[in-house]
């Protein structure tokens, strides 16, 4: 695609409202020189640990372990509904952040949400970020993460057959990534994947790519500033790998059950709405949320409107039907 001759689509109003404010702290455009200022800015709203203990209704503890074979150790950040006994499910969290920012606590709220709604265990991984620790860094970090995971399950009280691997953003590509190297690798079994508005495919050039540069949050030009980071000159070209960008995998079946939602305002819808597409013609299962006039990220930064309630309790209704345990 070269000339894009398509209106963007209208954001949600209520979250229209919302965006005007955040568009005095936060433009759409992140370049490359920008990455170090806004890695101190987030740096500076670092989660406490008290907060992610929800004053006492999880037990959290830190944990360094082993990462991919000659690299460093990774670190684990572990929650478990206090006083809980017996084998939990597990939610293994990715990060969001562009492959260039965050931590594993970023974007940790609505996983602890989960934890106490279903009575499981949460486990978010630190990896390696880019452009320092281009692909497979990133990805193979994660990946070493959930295998110890899955080997020591009796130790962290973990159902080893009912781990879900979820992310957002950056973090929906890894745990996308990560369904599919454990299928390829006869790595764990997973239970599902949860994808919130993943970023999927390094190419750049869907209609909706262009139709949000210069709107709402991470648009094309943030997009490329995170892929190039990444892969450096392999970004676009032919060579790329699936665990980078799943939407390069060739064969979708044989995956767990994926949730997938993302808003029709955002430059990943086109990608999200054909990786589900994919899967369903692959044979496989998956639940699709497009958000009428949702932007990237619309839930985290605007909970309390309409749009975000309705996204976040039907990623509630589905994992309770995954669990088998029915939202209240």
């Known amino acids: 695609m070269t000339s894009p001759s398509y209106p963007?689509?209208?954001?949600?109003?209520?979250?229209?409202?919302v965006l005007e404010i955040l568009s005095a702290q936060v433009n759409p455009w992140l370049t490359a020189d920008e990455i170090p200022a806004t890695?101190?800015?987030?740096?500076?709203?670092?989660?406490?640990?008290?907060?992610?203990?929800?004053?006492?209704?999880?037990?959290?503890e830190e944990r360094s372990v082993p990462g991919p074979q000659g690299a460093p150790d990774i670190g684990l950040l572990i929650c478990r509904p206090a006083g809980a006994s017996g084998a939990l499910p597990a939610i293994y969290h990715t990060h969001g952040g562009g492959m260039i920012l965050g931590n594993n606590r970023f974007g940790l709220d609505e996983m602890l949400d989960w934890a106490q709604e279903f009575g499981c265990a949460v486990v978010s991984v630190e990896y390696r970020l880019a452009p320092?620790?281009?692909?497979?860094?990133?990805?193979?970090?994660?990946?070493?993460?959930?295998?110890?995971?899955?080997?020591?399950?009796?130790?962290?009280?973990?159902?080893?057959e009912r781990i879900v691997v979820a992310g957002s953003s950056a973090g929906g590509g890894?745990?996308?990534?990560?369904?599919?190297?454990?299928?390829?690798?006869?790595?764990?079994?997973?239970?599902?994947?949860v994808l919130l508005s993943p970023m999927l495919d390094d190419r750049n050039d869907t209609v909706?790519?262009?139709?949000?540069?210069g709107l709402g949050i991470w648009d094309r030009t943030?997009?490329?500033?995170?892929?190039?980071?990444?892969?450096?000159?392999?970004?676009?070209?032919?060579?790329?790998?699936?665990?980078?960008?799943?939407?390069?995998?060739?064969?979708?079946s044989g995956l767990p059950p994926a949730f997938i939602d993302v808003g029709s305002a955002?430059?990943?819808?086109?990608?999200?709405?054909?990786?589900?597409?994919?899967?369903?013609q692959a044979g496989g299962r998956a639940e699709l949320h497009v958000w009428p006039g949702g932007f990237h990220g619309f839930d985290q930064m605007a909970p309390h409107t309409a749009l975000?309630?309705?996204?976040?309790?039907?990623?509630?209704r589905w994992l309770g039907r995954l669990l088998g345990k029915p939202t209240r």
Do not use: K
């Open 208 to 213: 909706s790519s262009h139709q949000m540069a």
């Open 308 to 316: 975000s309630q309705e996204a976040r309790a039907a990623r509630l």
């Open 39 to 60: 890695r101190e800015a987030l740096a500076g709203m670092a989660v406490p640990r008290e907060e992610v203990e929800r004053d006492g209704a999880l037990e959290v």
């Open 132 to 160: 320092e620790h281009p692909h497979p860094a990133p990805v193979e970090d994660c990946y070493a993460g959930l295998v110890w995971t899955a080997e020591h399950a009796a130790e962290l009280g973990i159902d080893p």
């Open 266 to 280: 955002e430059t990943f819808r086109d990608e999200d709405v054909t990786y589900a597409t994919r899967i369903w």
């Open 174 to 193: 890894l745990a996308a990534a990560l369904a599919l190297m454990a299928r390829d690798r006869g790595g764990p079994a997973l239970l599902g994947q």
């Open 222 to 252: 943030a997009n490329d500033t995170g892929w190039t980071a990444l892969l450096g000159d392999a970004r676009g070209g032919p060579e790329v790998s699936p665990y980078a960008a799943p939407a390069r995998a060739e064969d979708l």
């Open 8 to 17: 963007p689509p209208p954001f949600d109003p209520e979250l229209a409202a």
